[in-house]
Structure formats: C-alpha cells, structure tokens
C-alpha cells in the first residue's frame, strides 16, 4: 500500500473533533470496525487538539465519511492491516493503558472482541514494562474470560516475573497457584509459606489472614490453632476500625476475618468454645456481606447466613425490631476492640422506676448488635438507650463519662478510663439478678 495514502487517513485523525460530527459513519483504523458517527462518546485533548477515540477499541485513530476518504470495509481493512503492521498504533500506549482500566472496570462489555483487545493492549504494555499489565494479563488469566479460559499456568508465568516480585496481590495470587497446583505445577505448600511470608513482610494484612489457614491446617507448617486465633483477633482489632472509618478494604477483609474467627470460638479451635462471642461474630460478618454484596461470592455469604442461623436456632432468636436496652449494650460492647474510646452522655437515674436512660457516643463509627433479634446498625453520632432494672449507679461524675475499656461481671456494668496510673474505674452500673443474661 502507498505510505501517502497511509499518512492520508492518520492525518484524518488528529484534530478532527468537527470533522466528526459532520459524518454520519466512522472507521477505526486500528480495530477495521465501521459503525455510526453517533456512537462517537469518547475524545482525546492533545493541547486544544480534539481527536475522536474510537467506541470499540478506545485508540484515537478514528476516520469520519465527511473527510471524503474511501471508508468501505475493504479499504478500512487494508489500511488497518498496513497501520498494524507498521506499528503506527503502538505510539498510543495511554489511550491502551485507558481500555484496559476501563476493561477491568467492566466500563467496556467483556465479550470475544473486547477480550482480544484488551490482551493486544496488555500484551503491548507488559512488553514496554509496566506493572500494571502484568498484573492484568495474570489476574485474566487466573479467572479466565468469556471466550478465554481459566489457564493458571499462564497467570503464574505473569506473576512470576520480576517486575512484580514485590507485589503483594500478585505473591497472594501466586501463593493460590502453588496451593492448588496446575497440570504444570504439582501443589507446594512451602513455597505457598515462602509466597504469603513475604506479602505479609511487604505488609499484607490479607496475606497474614492467609498464613492463620496454613497455621490452622499444618500445611508447610506445624499446625499452631492458637498463634492463628491470636493473629486473626489483632487483624479484627485493626479491620473492625478500618472498615468502619474508610469502608471495605480486600487486603483487611473484616466480614473473612470475623468468619474465620467465629468457627474458631464456635469450635473451640485455638480457642476456648464462646458462642455469645461467635454468634456476635457472625453477625458482624452478616452485616459486612449485606453492606458490601458486590465484594463476596455467594458460596461466602451461604456460609455466613448459616452461621448466624445455627445459632438463632440455638438461642431461639428471630428477626425482629432492634431494642436498645442492656443487652444490646452488653452485645455490642462484647464486638468492639480493645481500648475504643466511647462516651456516655445525659445520664438520667430514676431510682423509684430503677431505669437509667443515656446517650451513647462515638469519636468513630461502631455497629450496635442486638443478637435476640438478629440486627446490626452502624452508629456515627449517638444513640439512646435504657436500661431497666437498675439497682444502682456508681460514679465520681455522672455528666459525660469518657470510657477506653467495659466489663459486664455478674450484675455489675464497669467502666475504665486509662491514665497515668493505668486502668481506674469510673463508673459501675449495678443490676439486679433478672437482668443477668437473656
């Protein structure tokens, strides 16, 4: 083909935002597709210069019928073919590197064609070495797509390579690969340690997460179901603020960390049997599947629903309006981390009824749960509630108490402040007998 007609065409693409508009069809240089001017939603701005990108394979090497150039399929075709195979479409690696991200983000229909260009691109990309494809082309390959299978040897190949040696998603994913093995790889649990050991270096929370199943199970590890139960109760500790403050986070999962640790206190697996703590638990991970559904397979949430009603069934709890007595004081205080700082405000006794009415608040969000009637609510601000039956209060000042640590021992509600001289009580709500328990 003559370069000159070449230069023609590509010389229709720059600046040709008017030119566009006045068509009524367009060709893409790139991608041969032909299709209506209208369809058109996407432009580049090159310093004041408009180029139109095109709606299937996002490149700006888009030609309009109003620039009077030929734009039958055959022609398209052969100029595509001569562009190719001159390389002219690889100078626009930014406009690649926008379909691929708009690809991921399921901006664009996954389907054979888009697939086909999205692993032109990446290809492309990883062959200039950026990161980002590599960790593209394996995570494609690692789930496969509509008309590309599944092929994990081929994801490990893309992880594996240096340029991601200290990605942690990529050592996570890599980790996975060994676990199971391939038709090429046989399992290796040592070399799933050495992979999460090293995420969890580079700071994974999900790779630590990943390591208490290895510890729980004794694979490439001598099985240690209490060093998990602890690390996984510091990971809630950590994923219980930092969902509520900033919102679901895959590296500090907080509804996989509960789950996780409600079969270890469901069990007695590392940890002594507590089902009030497991049933609280299982809510917390209830409430991250139902706020988050998007985030979870369904096998997951399965799971979770069939913790929460194992134990519903045992208790003989069902749905029902939240109520905001002691009980649902006691339950959500039992879920909170060590040394959350909470006050009690409006402080109200009335002896003669035995009812104490107050306002609980928070610096930061927290989930009140109310395990009888199998609900969860997220408080950021203040909520009242009432307890009845209340033989006494103890206190230096009633006003506003700020408290860092709860006990409920026997009928007696305590609360501490932390201060120079350590832990110091500063206010005791003293029941009486009934309201022991529920």
């Given at each position: 083909?003559?370069?000159?007609?070449?230069?023609?065409?590509?010389?229709?693409?720059?600046?040709?935002?008017?030119?566009?508009?006045?068509?009524?069809?367009?060709?893409?240089?790139?991608?041969?597709?032909?299709?209506?001017?209208?369809?058109?939603?996407?432009?580049?701005?090159?310093?004041?210069?408009?180029?139109?990108?095109?709606?299937?394979?996002?490149?700006?090497?888009?030609?309009?019928?109003?620039?009077?150039?030929?734009?039958?399929?055959?022609?398209?075709?052969?100029?595509?073919?001569?562009?190719?195979?001159?390389?002219?479409?690889?100078?626009?690696?930014?406009?690649?590197?926008?379909?691929?991200?708009?690809?991921?983000?399921?901006?664009?229909?996954?389907?054979?064609?888009?697939?086909?260009?999205?692993?032109?691109?990446?290809?492309?990309?990883a062959a200039l070495g950026e990161p980002n494809a590599f960790?593209?082309?394996?995570?494609?390959?690692?789930?496969?797509?509509?008309?590309?299978?599944?092929?994990?040897?081929?994801?490990?190949?893309?992880?594996?390579?240096?340029?991601?040696?200290?990605?942690?998603?990529?050592?996570?994913?890599?980790?996975?690969?060994?676990?199971?093995?391939?038709?090429?790889?046989?399992?290796?649990?040592?070399?799933?340690?050495?992979?999460?050991?090293?995420?969890?270096?580079?700071?994974?929370?999900?790779?630590?997460?990943?390591?208490?199943?290895?510890?729980?199970?004794?694979?490439?590890?001598?099985?240690?179901?209490?060093?998990?139960?602890?690390?996984?109760?510091?990971?809630?500790?950590?994923?219980?603020?930092?969902?509520?403050?900033?919102?679901?986070?895959?590296?500090?999962?907080?509804?996989?960390?509960?789950?996780?640790?409600?079969?270890?206190?469901?069990?007695?697996?590392?940890?002594?049997?507590?089902?009030?703590?497991?049933?609280g638990l299982a809510l917390v991970a209830s409430y991250c599947?139902?706020?988050?559904?998007?985030?979870?397979?369904?096998?997951?949430?399965?799971?979770?629903e069939g913790f929460v009603n194992e134990l519903a069934a045992?208790?003989?709890?069902?749905?029902?309006?939240?109520?905001?007595?002691?009980?649902?004081?006691?339950?959500?205080?039992?879920?909170?981390?060590?040394?959350?700082?909470?006050?009690?405000?409006?402080?109200?006794?009335?002896?003669?009824?035995?009812?104490?009415?107050?306002?609980?608040?928070?610096?930061?969000?927290?989930?009140?749960?109310?395990?009888?009637?199998?609900?969860?609510?997220?408080?950021?601000?203040?909520?009242?509630?009432?307890?009845?039956?209340?033989?006494?209060?103890?206190?230096?000042?009633?006003?506003?108490?700020?408290?860092?640590?709860?006990?409920?021992?026997?009928?007696?509600?305590?609360?501490?402040?932390?201060?120079?001289?350590?832990?110091?009580?500063?206010?005791?709500?003293?029941?009486?007998?009934?309201?022991?328990?529920?």
């Open positions: 083909m003559n370069e000159g007609l070449l230069n023609r065409y590509l010389e229709h693409t720059e600046d040709n935002e008017a030119e566009i508009v006045s068509s009524s069809k367009v060709a893409c240089l790139s991608c041969g597709t032909i299709s209506s001017a209208r369809e058109v939603k996407e432009w580049d701005d090159d310093e004041g210069k408009v180029k139109a990108c095109c709606p299937l394979c996002g490149l700006p090497t888009v030609v309009g019928d109003a620039s009077r150039l030929p734009l039958d399929q055959d022609t398209v075709l052969k100029i595509r073919s001569h562009l190719l195979h001159s390389g002219g479409d690889k100078r626009y690696h930014n406009e690649m590197r926008r379909y691929c991200d708009r690809f991921i983000g399921n901006e664009i229909e996954h389907n054979a064609f888009s697939e086909k260009i999205f692993l032109r691109y990446s290809h492309f990309l960790s593209d082309l394996g995570d494609f390959y690692m789930n496969g797509g509509v008309s590309v299978p599944a092929d994990r040897d081929e994801a490990a190949k893309w992880y594996s390579d240096p340029v991601l040696a200290y990605d942690c998603p990529a050592l996570i994913n890599l980790a996975i690969i060994y676990n199971g093995g391939t038709a090429k790889r046989k399992a290796n649990p040592k070399k799933v340690v050495e992979l999460l050991t090293k995420a969890e270096m580079l700071g994974s929370h999900k790779a630590r997460m990943m390591l208490c199943d290895l510890y729980d199970e004794g694979q490439g590890v001598k099985a240690d179901p209490f060093l998990s139960t602890k690390v996984l109760t510091g990971l809630y500790d950590l994923a219980y603020h930092s969902y509520l403050i900033q919102g679901y986070d895959p590296d500090l999962d907080l509804g996989e960390i509960a789950a996780r640790l409600f079969a270890h206190f469901h069990q007695g697996f590392g940890a002594a049997v507590d089902d009030e703590g497991a049933f599947v139902q706020a988050n559904p998007d985030q979870y397979d369904k096998a997951f949430g399965r799971q979770v045992q208790y003989g709890y069902k749905t029902a309006e939240m109520v905001f007595d002691v009980d649902t004081f006691n339950d959500s205080m039992l879920m909170l981390p060590r040394a959350y700082l909470l006050r009690l405000s409006n402080l109200e006794f009335d002896a003669a009824s035995h009812t104490l009415t107050f306002d609980l608040l928070s610096p930061t969000p927290v989930l009140l749960l109310d395990y009888a009637s199998l609900q969860t609510k997220l408080l950021s601000g203040s909520q009242s509630f009432a307890f009845d039956s209340v033989a006494q209060v103890k206190g230096d000042d009633l006003g506003d108490v700020n408290f860092s640590a709860y006990r409920l021992e026997g009928d007696s509600l305590r609360f501490f402040r932390l201060g120079e001289d350590g832990e110091r009580e500063i206010l005791r709500i003293e029941l009486f007998p009934k309201e022991q328990g529920k």
